[in-house]
């Protein structure tokens, strides 16, 4: 096992401006912040892991899909539009593949019949666009700023 020396010259420049010797006194080897930082998002960000993302999105893909509009705020809603608009473009595809991924994100057969059986054949001739977002105000107890998803 081998020992890391912080730097060349583990005493502090007098310069102010040297910035080739680290004044911390880190460990040269180590990996800096930024690389131990996890791997950067793609998309919007709601907090939690990655998996706890995919699970929320999933959910309210479902519930949207059971009422075909919902109340939530403008950063879920604004994720989860790509997310329920490859889901229908999927269910207009149809096929047995495609739908055995939507059943994997939104995990309820019920819905994910629904959404092959009667909202795909809605959106037959529609090249996307197949969701509308308005934006509803502040939510009462924190101010959060709300909006209403809905199909079209």
Do not use: W
């Not at 950067?40 to 479902?62: E, F, I, S």
């Amino acid at each position: 096992m081998t020992t890391c020396s912080p730097s060349p010259t583990s005493a502090r420049s007098p310069s102010t401006r040297s910035s080739s010797v680290s004044t911390s006194g880190a460990c040269r080897c180590a990996p800096r912040r930024s690389e131990v930082q996890g791997t950067p998002t793609k998309g919007r960000r709601l907090g939690g892991d990655a998996a706890h993302q995919k699970a929320m999105l999933g959910n309210l893909v479902a519930s949207l899909v059971a009422a075909e509009a919902l109340v939530t705020t403008e950063s879920k809603a604004k994720a989860m539009r790509p997310v329920v608009e490859k889901v229908i473009t999927k269910a207009r595809k149809g096929g047995v593949h495609n739908q055995r991924q939507v059943v994997a994100l939104i995990r309820d057969k019920d819905m994910a019949n629904k959404l092959f059986e009667e909202i795909a054949p809605r959106y037959s001739d529609r090249p996307g666009g197949y969701t509308r977002i308005l934006k509803l105000g502040p939510r009462h107890g924190d101010n959060a700023p709300m909006a209403r998803i809905e199909l079209v």
